[in-house]
């Protein structure tokens, strides 16, 4: 009976999460159209409301190509990893008090672990493709993947020192229920190393490099097309929205607002992602890319010694109060 | 080390001391490579030790083409050169057989040629921007162009009856007379394309990463751009004032007054600050020509019928009909003379030249085009050495190629 | 000129990122403006008198024919040769056409052929939506020819006077033209009320009155 109400609860968070990432993607399109004084999607239902189920329902029936010389077990299972990855990190998300799928007490050491084996997706995806392109968008992958994991890492580490857990309910709660006691305050290095992070862990401008598309036409994905481009597509979005909610978690307060919203707990938590993916799009509609190896300089000679220092600012502070 | 598979191995003879390098064919299809230009690239790693460009996939024949035409036919074929800037190309090719025709241009006529060609210097210029901004990354500067450059296209569907392909000037005047419409948009466009370069350089002219991904990035220095036979803008970032417009006046440039822009560093940055100042300095002519646009004909006196014979002389007298004017030319002033003219003019991408043999018939028995995207192909290989692609893509950016105009 | 750069950013506008801030309220900003977007099936772009779009042969309002003398002009100066006209001779030797064929495919739409009819019977039309999957319906014979005439004139609701500057360009005089051409038109096609410049003193103004005129009549 158990497993039943489990296999229910995922079933509505599979389906609630991928409705919102379909409508992610339109949301991008929307406001980047109206950043560059187009509109974006106008012609699929009103004001193109019904466009991300037309291009679900196109990929799902168009041809899926596999090249010729493709490792082809390896090309089929990639874009899997990727998906999967991300949708099992879903699981230890809360979002609201008891919303959660799996409250583990490492449920952040376990998002770090998922998010790095989705670069394996990728990687195998560049790999399999047998593509030129390809192959140089998933080594690209790779360096940044691990390049970035570690101030990603470090940049939560002040947070974990403050609440004292890795359990993300804990960390939401020890952040108490007011707006000046969110950690984005203490730990604004932490954040500010936190935010450029992820953008560079899920692949957004200006660190798309592995799909950099003047450069690498569509790097890792170039071969891919129908479903098999559709579930990156899918793991990309799931990607943010996951980054988005570790980010609203551990900084913003969690599902935590000015007042309680009857019935429907989570909202402060989906408005707080939602401004986070806003702003994802805000950056992507401004900025430039960068090279490849000043994204290695950034990393490793900017990043991890300001997350550093603010584990060790951190740990002064700590010492000092108590 | 890249092992290589065994197909991609067939067209590749791999040679000693090569297994380390990484092929790469960059282009024909590749979205940044401005159409079919083709880079066969050896990487080590993202690193790009040989570049070699290999043109001629658009290659249409113009220059021979030309041969079987009539000099006012031949009009028509400049359009599709660089066809981003037609006009500029269409006023080139004028110049130059009237130079060697010795036809006479009317004031109305040349201030209207120059009006023109600054217009599609400006929107020649915005389209650089737009895909230059867009290899780096920047996808908003190109919409933001593209909103101007339509005014422009618009204008000149208006002027002439064509966006791209405008055949707008003839030998001896342009074809069609501005109207009191097409001035007061073109009014307006330039009241408010200042704001709209503001707005450009907002997004990326102190941009952290724009200047990173621009400064120090396929860099020449001034006697290496002379050599690499470099023009236009590419030329003046390395610091070189060279500008027809200004050196060897045509067309009634030296009644203008601006400045040429150049730069001193010689990279990419240096460029892009060119072509920027080059927008307000157009701008600033067309103003001036708003302002003095002078009364008068549009075509000149001794302006050839757009039906010219190829035949000249005794044929000639018995097939056309007495009146065309282009008899009283052969018969009065010998304008088919036999001979050879280069003549250079500025477009938006730098020295295009004319050179023209002629044998005295009614069509060039040989005509050649510099094209300076043709040859600023040519430099890709010495500055694409040793840089990174994603440099890569941001040089052949900044130097502003054409396929249409370097495989012609 | 050199070209000037804008300074080198300070340290408190390299941490704040200052121009990276910028840039994003302008990109914000633009977010509320009103999109330039054209809409464009249900939304037409502006079309101008002398677009050179759909080959037409104008359908004379007397004879409800062509106006096409075969006088080859047209024929003649095309640059891709897409136009073939064939003739016989009545007995007081006028030419009757009975074959007139552009072959659109071929055609590169300089116009030419308008500019040079001496009688105005071939003209381009501001139709450009004719887009077609066979080769034959963009082969136009006389027939389809003169039928493109009407539609256009039927949908864009101009009278059958239409007249567009390629068929008498702007800016020539009046008296350059062959009479089949002097149509009205409007005020500044016309070299008497043409647009000059606003800072050119009316006493320079020398009007062209005869220059013109007499190389091509005299």
Known sequence: MQILTIILQIAILLVIVLLHVAYATYFERKIIGHMQVRMGPMLVGYHGLLQPIADGIKSFFKEDVIPAQADKPLFLFAPVICLVTMLTSLAVIPFAKGWVLADINIGLLFIFAMSSLASYGVILAGWASNSKYTFLGGLRSMAQVISYEIPLGLSLVGVMMLSGSLNLTTIVTSQGNSFSSMYLFPQIIGFFVFFIAMLAETNRVPFDLPEAETELVSGYITEYSGMRYALFFMAEYIGMMVMASIGTICFLGGWNGPFEIPFFPPFWFILKVYGFIFFFIWIRATLPRYRYDQLMELGWKLLIPLALLNILLTGLFKILVH | MITLTDTQTIDIPVQSGDEDRYHLKLGPQHPATHGVLRVDLDLDGETILTCDPKVGYLHRGFEKLAEHRTYAQNIVLTDRLDYIAAMSNNVGYCEAVERLLAIEVPERAKMLRVMVCEMSRISSHLLWLATHALDIGAMTVFLYCFREREVLLELFAELCGARLTTTYTRLGGVRQDVTRSIMKKLDKFVEDFPACIEEYETLIDTNRIWLKRTIGVGQVSAEKALDLCLTGASLRGSGVDYDIRKHMPYSGYEKFEFDVPTGETGDTYARYRCRMEELRQSNFILRQCIEMMPPGPILGKDAPDLIMPIKPANKLEVDVPAKNALITLIEDRDVFMEGDIYVATEVPKGELGFYFISDGMGRPYRMHIRSPSFIHIGALSTMGQGVMIADLIAIIGTLDVVLGECDR | ?218
């Open chain 3, 1 to 218: 000129m050199k070209v000037q750069y804008k300074p080198k950013r300070n340290l408190l506008e390299t941490i704040f990122q200052v121009e990276i801030l910028q840039g994003m309220a302008l990109t914000l900003r633009k977010l509320f403006s009103p999109a330039i977007t054209r809409q464009y099936p249900q939304e037409k772009p502006p079309m101008y008198p002398g677009f050179r779009g759909q080959h037409a042969l104008v359908r004379d309002s007397v004879s409800k024919e062509s106006k096409c003398v075969a006088c080859m002009r047209c024929a003649t100066v095309c640059p891709s040769r897409c136009i073939q006209i064939g003739y016989d001779e009545d007995e007081t030797h006028k030419r009757v056409v009975n074959r007139y064929t552009i072959e659109v495919l071929r055609c590169v739409f300089c116009g030419y052929c308008v500019e040079v009819c001496p009688v105005g019977a071939i003209t381009m039309t501001e139709l450009f939506e004719y887009a077609t999957y066979d080769r034959q319906t963009v082969f136009f014979d006389k027939e389809a020819l003169l039928d493109n005439w009407d539609s256009f004139i039927l949908k864009t609701g101009k009278d059958a006077t239409y007249v567009n500057p390629l068929m008498r360009p702007r800016g020539v005089l009046e008296s350059s033209l062959p009479s089949a051409k002097r149509l009205t038109v409007p005020d500044d096609w016309t070299i008497e009320g043409q647009y000059v410049g606003t800072k050119v003193k009316p006493s320079t103004m020398n009007l062209p009155s005869t220059t013109h005129a007499e190389a091509e009549n005299g």
